[in-house]
């Protein structure tokens, strides 16, 4: 029991720094949706920048993102279509102006792309920038799942930019987030158990240090 707690504290003990975060993220929620994916004979793709940085958006926050956005992208798609993840991170020229003086701080930052083939209409413009939420009466297009998820990527200075290719019948959905410039470390939980009986032997022969 005392060599088991001493591994456990070791264990609990010792930070992790966080490390292809994104990257875990995207793989998980789409195994959530894998069923629906198949039933609709969806092929998936992921195209994936290697070391992605990390981002300062929260984890929860982050997958409750990407959650509805695949859930919206899977509701989109019709039947023998696609959706692909690509992700990559630039460095922001100065003196960009615009939407992108949002960035200008940080510096850099990283980009999901989700794009899909689309049976929906597309928004009235081609590459729209979300920068307020539009009401359903202005464009049914972005319903209420959109507009929550944008309201989350505005709350973590994130961006988020819509692109439709009409002649390909493809729709863009662009999620932009600053780069954590710090080091970020968390702790693995580990489940404390000891044994339910004693090793064979008496503990007085056990040394103690």
């Known amino acids: 029991m005392l060599l088991i707690g001493l591994l456990n504290y070791i264990k609990t003990g010792t930070p992790i720094e966080k490390t292809n975060t994104v990257h875990t993220h995207i793989e998980q929620v789409l195994m959530k949706y894998r ?10 793709t992921e195209t994936f920048e290697e070391d992605l940085p990390e ?8 997958k409750y993102i990407l959650n509805y956005i695949l859930q919206y992208a899977v509701a989109s798609t019709p039947p023998n279509g696609s959706i692909e993840f690509l992700t990559r991170s630039f460095s922001l020229q100065r003196g960009a102006g615009g939407v992108q003086a949002l960035f200008e701080k940080v510096g850099r930052y990283i980009e999901i792309l989700v794009v899909f083939t689309s049976d929906t209409r597309p928004p009235r413009r081609s590459g729209i920038v979300l920068e307020r939420v539009p009401s359903l009466e202005e464009d049914q297009a972005f319903n209420l799942i959109l507009r929550l998820v944008y309201e989350v990527v505005m709350m973590n200075q994130g961006m988020m930019k819509f692109e439709t290719d009409e002649k390909k019948a493809k729709m863009t959905i662009s999620l932009r987030f600053p780069v954590e410039r710090r080091r ?14 004693p090793p064979s032997g008496s503990f007085s022969n056990v040394p103690f240090l």
């Open 35 to 44: 069923a629906q994916l198949e039933e609709k004979k969806i092929k998936t």
């Open 55 to 62: 981002t300062i958006v929260p984890d929860e926050q982050l």
């Open 184 to 197: 970020v470390f968390f702790y693995e939980p580990v489940s404390i158990n000891a044994p339910t009986d």
